[in-house]
C-alpha cells in the first residue's frame, strides 16, 4: 500500500515496506529512534540497531501489523503503524526521526494518513494510542487527530507500558474533522 497526499509541506508518501526497503532504511530509522531525546519520549533506554530494524519491521509483519516508512519529497522522515488489529481496532504509533523536522506538522499530517488508512480501508471502528506521560508534543498530535484520554480496559490493552497515557478516536469523530484533508489523500 502507498498512501500520497501533496501538502503545502511538501509531497507526503506514506509507503508500507518491502523487506528490502526496510533495509535500505534501517540505520537512518535507527539513528532517529536512538536520537536522545526521541529516545525518551518513546520511552527506551536502549541503543537499538539498523538489524533490530529489520528484524522489528519482520516481526510487527508476521505479527499481523501494517507498518509504514515516511517520506516528504522523497526523503525518509520517519515511520509509524497500525498494530494489534483486531476486533475493529488497532493502536498506532509513529516517529519523525530528526528533531529539526519536528513540531512542524509532519507527525500529525503523517498521522492523518495513516489513520485514513486505518478507518477507510480496513474498515476499523476506533484507533488507540499509548503515550509516555511526558509527550507532550505527541500527545498533541493525538489530540488534533480527535483523540481523547481513554482509561477502559479496551484501551489499557493497547498501553506499552502500565504508566502510559491510553488515549482513542473513532472512525466518525477522525472523519468529521479531517473531512477536507481525506478528499486530498490518495491510495495505491
Known sequence: MR???????????ALEPAPDDVVEHAAELASGYNEPTNASLMGHTDVIEPDEIVEH?????EEGARPFLFFLDGALAGDGDLRGIRTGAAEFAFMIGARAAQGKG?????????????????????IYASVVPHNAASRRVF??????????????????????VTMVVDRVTFETRHAAQLAAIRFR
Open 106 to 126: 509532519l507527525g500529525t499530517r503523517f498521522a492523518i494518513m495513516v489513520h485514513a488508512f486505518g478507518f477507510s480501508v480496513l474498515g476499523l471502528a476506533r
Open 143 to 164: 489530540e488534533k487527530l480527535g483523540y481523547i484520554d481513554d482509561d477502559s480496559p479496551a484501551a489499557r490493552e493497547y498501553a506499552d507500558e502500565p504508566g502510559d
Open 57 to 61: 519491521y519482520a516481526d510487527m509483519i
Open 3 to 13: 498512501i500520497d497526499w501533496s501538502t503545502d509541506a511538501g509531497k507526503l508518501v
